[in-house]
């Protein structure tokens, strides 16, 4: 008996092996969705053209008219909405929306641990704004439910941040108000690159998010918005040597650096100046011994929305106290 | 006599079913659902808020109960054979690499960028299921003397294997710059893909895996005689175990590829099947297959509604739901020497 079945298992385990996946396989998500199944009546009366974009999975992203229902599936994007004036046509969020005010008050559709596609789905969102931080698998599944999903790249840079406020501008209806965002936010860093282009010292920064292991902190490192904004305010970064992102950096790398600042990304966490002044052997450093650790909004450089320009001129304030008189 | 332990684990298997339609994130009332039911029995069109519950029943609710189910009754049936064919008590499906081999696949896969295409979706599964395959034949080729597979052998070489992937795993994540909750989904069991795509791949797997599991009952019962015994009953042991565990590894490892690696049904399941209903493989396997099935849909209604609409993977669940079940369903058994 096992002769037989061992070789009928071997035959069809091969066979389904070799053409299982495919045989199964049905055509790839389409790029051109259907209309949401539950698309709510439109309020405005729809643009001439349809919106045709590209988003960051390289998907292309129809919408009949400017998105009148949007779940945002990332706080920098919920900012992003609001900010261009788009709050009132957001219906639910992550969990880790917490700006503005306003946003708090919408119904949550998941957050760190995973979102529930049937909270999404209940919403009858007519877009949904995910962002990098949210898998290709939820969108590959939203995207099965029927539901439009824009998926916005993480920039890197401003000029990409001011690009993604337009293009959430144009999703949903606020070119104008978008537009006149970005005049405002390039006049405001124009503003602080005149100031900060007249110093002659750049102080040294150490920037800490996480000091769970006070013998190994993590900073920001190139290519993050932290170390980008503590440049452009007339910084150095610390965390600009080390390689990786999100770094850790020893104690002893730490004394060596010497930083004439400290500042505190975790300060939401519960980190204060005094604590770091009882950590053993941060005393030898500069910035404690002349008092320079200050708390510091994390979000405002960790969030690639609007509020980085917000965090650049606080970064400035700091950093050159004497040019803000 | 005999067929009531089938009753009653088809009922709890039924209540688990009905239990994760009807529960969810999103709250449907039982009257809402009973509009729902009798409007599709009577062809008559719903109400719009109806057609969007009806929405989530059909299209989100439905096919994940089926993969959960199908999940379920993979690691409950491989769990047993598993148990039969090593006669430990400790032996889960993931005992010889399954686990650990389809957690480093998966980690490799995360580590590249795909792109967003059918084929790159399916990159993660994919390599979960090749690398679980690839790591039972290793630690096989690795435990084999002569023409024999001592079973001590096939133990430590895949504990020793899972150890070595594990490490690898573990490295890997460090490295990664992206997204690490996304291998813990994988690595802590999750259900990330949706849709029917997910069942109907998984499908012939299983059924060709666990359909042989439940022919090799009366093997298994051999088996327990020691390894000389059963070939003096005329089991040709040597191959039968083969089987049985390639069996029950293309069941896991098909499992493992969707919904990641959930520990402890597959381990808990047949423990409980056999305290309460006999240690005779002919019918412990079904029953695994089938409480696995029930068990691991009422662990996915419970990481669904615990902290709505955020999902908890549902491996924590099992185990933190699982294990005071089973030291209940323990102190209560009156044959405790039933191992």
Not at chain 1, 5 to 18: E, Q, V
Not at chain 1, 115 to 135: C, H, R, T, Y
Request: charged fraction near 15%.
């Amino acid at each position: 008996m096992f002769r037989k079945l061992s070789f009928a298992l071997l035959t069809i385990t091969l066979f389904m092996a070799a053409c299982g996946p495919s045989a199964t396989a049905t055509p790839a998500p389409a790029t051109t969705q259907p209309p949401a199944t539950e698309a709510p009546a439109a309020t405005l009366p729809p643009t001439a053209a349809p919106i045709v974009l590209t988003d960051g999975l390289g998907r292309t992203v129809t919408l009949v008219s400017p998105a009148q229902r949007v779940v945002s599936l990332a706080a920098s994007n919920t900012e992003i909405l609001y900010a261009v004036g788009a709050g009132a046509q957001v219906v639910g969020r992550d969990e880790a929306s917490s700006y503005p005010e306003a946003a708090s008050a919408l119904p949550t559709v998941g957050g760190w641990s995973g979102f529930s596609n049937e909270a999404i789905v209940a919403l009858k969102p007519d877009l949904v704004l995910a962002g990098d931080i949210n898998p290709p698998e939820l969108v590959a599944s939203l995207e099965q439910l029927g539901l439009t999903v824009y998926l916005l790249p993480n920039p890197t840079t401003l000029e990409e941040m001011y690009a993604n406020l337009e293009t959430v501008g144009t999703l949903t209806g606020r070119q104008a108000e978008a537009a006149a965002l970005v005049e405002s936010l390039k006049a405001r860093v124009a503003a602080v690159d005149a100031k900060i282009a007249t110093v002659t010292e750049r102080p040294s920064v150490f920037y800490e998010f996480d000091a769970t292991d006070p013998a190994k902190p993590y900073t920001y490192g190139p290519g993050t918005f932290g170390d980008l904004l503590i440049q452009r305010a007339g910084g150095t970064n610390i965390g600009a040597q080390l390689q990786g992102q999100w770094v850790q950096i020893s104690l002893e790398q730490l004394v060596v650096a010497n930083p004439e600042l400290i500042l505190l990304g975790d300060s939401a966490y519960g980190e204060t100046p005094e604590k770091v002044a009882t950590r053993t052997g941060w005393e030898a450093l500069s910035a404690v011994k002349d008092g320079r650790v200050y708390p510091f909004n994390d979000d405002l450089v960790s969030r690639p929305g609007p509020r980085l320009v917000d965090g650049l001129e606080m970064l400035a304030k700091l950093l050159h106290p004497e040019l803000f008189k | 006599m005999r067929r009531i332990p089938y009753l009653w684990t088809l009922l709890l298997l039924a209540l688990a079913i009905l239990l994760s339609i009807a529960i969810g994130s999103v709250f449907i009332s039982p009257a809402d659902l009973w509009r729902i039911l009798t409007g599709w029995l009577s062809a008559t069109s719903l109400s719009e808020s109806l057609q969007t519950f009806a929405f989530i029943i059909t299209s989100i609710r439905l096919p994940r109960t089926v993969l959960v189910l199908l999940t379920g009754a993979a690691l409950g049936g491989s769990g047993a054979a598993y148990q039969g064919l090593f006669r430990n008590p400790l032996a889960d499906p993931y005992l010889i690499g399954v686990a650990s081999g389809a957690g480093l696949g998966a980690a490799v896969a995360m580590s590249i960028q795909w792109p967003y295409t059918f084929w790159g979706l399916l990159a993660v599964p994919l390599a979960g299921f090749l690398a679980a395959m690839l790591a039972i034949l290793l630690v096989y080729f690795l435990a084999r003397l002569g023409k024999t597979v001592p079973t001590t052998n096939l133990i430590l070489a895949g504990v020793a294997f899972s150890a070595f992937a594990t490490s690898l795993t573990s490295f890997l994540m460090l490295r990664s710059t992206g997204e690490l909750r996304r291998a813990f989904a994988f690595l802590l069991g999750g259900f990330t893909q949706t849709g029917w795509n997910p069942v109907l791949t998984i499908l012939p797997f299983l059924a060709i895996g666990l359909g042989f599991l439940v022919l090799s009952g009366h093997a298994l019962n051999l088996l327990q005689f020691g390894d000389d015994q059963a070939q003096q009953l005329g089991l040709p042991v040597t191959r039968a175990k083969t089987l049985i565990l390639v069996a029950a590894s293309l069941a896991t490892a098909a499992a493992v590829s969707f919904s990641g690696v959930i520990g402890f049904i597959g381990l808990i399941v047949p423990h409980v099947m056999r305290l309460w209903f006999g240690a005779d493989y002919r019918r412990l396997l079904p029953l695994s297959i089938i409480g696995g099935a029930g068990a691991l849909l009422l662990a996915d209604v419970l990481a669904r509604v615990v902290m709505a609409p955020q999902e908890l993977p549902v491996g924590i669940v099992t185990a933190l739901a699982g294990a005071p079940f089973f030291l209940w369903v323990l102190r209560r058994a009156k044959n405790q020497g039933y191992w």
